[in-house]
């Protein structure tokens, strides 16, 4: 899954301009408010608010919009009323991909997502028509530097992890979705460094992706994710770092 891996990567560095900081303090904010909306305001007994609210912090995002996107999510205060909705997509290559937002307009939201598939060489699929190569899952990251591997492994095995595999330079851990937020505890209290905990549409298998097509998909995936309701893409693609480079 190195392609599908690497993404993630390249989204961390864009994420540090200030134009993409704003993006992602949206995004983020809306899963916050989305988590409190669906399973109330208590982070100690809502793990995806708690994950949510890690990642808040995780990026300096200041306390007072965490407090008011809970709220806001709660009723407490009043807000946008956001829904959560899926869709799923053809890419460049053949690949498969799953689109998540979170939007107070659906008819808009499909709409834009519709429009970014047809201008990047891309196409809506019906529902099921790539879900099922796909398995819902909690996943996490941690540098590779300074950190032994057979340790890590057998750290988040015993915090309740499925899988770690190491990818350039950094490893990924995933879980079942419902221990998520438990195994990034359990490693943080053996000191490790996590970024990026978020449940996510995991691939089954993989398609290889180069050439024309791999230049494409990245051009569509990043079209994707400037769609300001878009929350996260996943997509079953494997690129080799060079033609990621170039891409």
Known sequence: ?????????IKRAK????????????RLIREITMAA?????DPGGNPRLRTAIDNAKAVSMPKDNIDRAIKKGTGELEGVDYVEVLYEAYGPGGVAIMIQAVTDNPTR??????????????NMGSSNSVAYLFERKGQ?????????????IEAALEAGADDVVRDDTEFTITTEPGTLHATKEG???????VADAELAWVPKSTVKVEGAAADQ?????EALEELDD?????ANFEMDDDAMAEA
Not at 15 to 26: H, I, S, Y
């Open 140 to 152: 996490m990251s941690v540098s590779a530097e300074g950190v032994n591997e057979d340790t890590l």
């Open 109 to 122: 939201t499909v709409a834009d997502v519709r429009h970014k598939l047809s201008r990047n060489h891309g």
């Open 15 to 26: 994420a540090a301009t200030d134009n993409k900081r704003g993006a992602l303090f949206t």
């Open 37 to 41: 909306k669906l399973g109330g305001g």
């Open 187 to 193: 490693l943080e209290s053996k000191k490790y460094k």
């Open 230 to 234: 878009v929350q996260k893409v996943d």
């Open 217 to 221: 998909l990245m051009k569509l995936l």
């Open 1 to 9: 899954m190195a392609g599908h891996s690497k993404w993630k990567t």
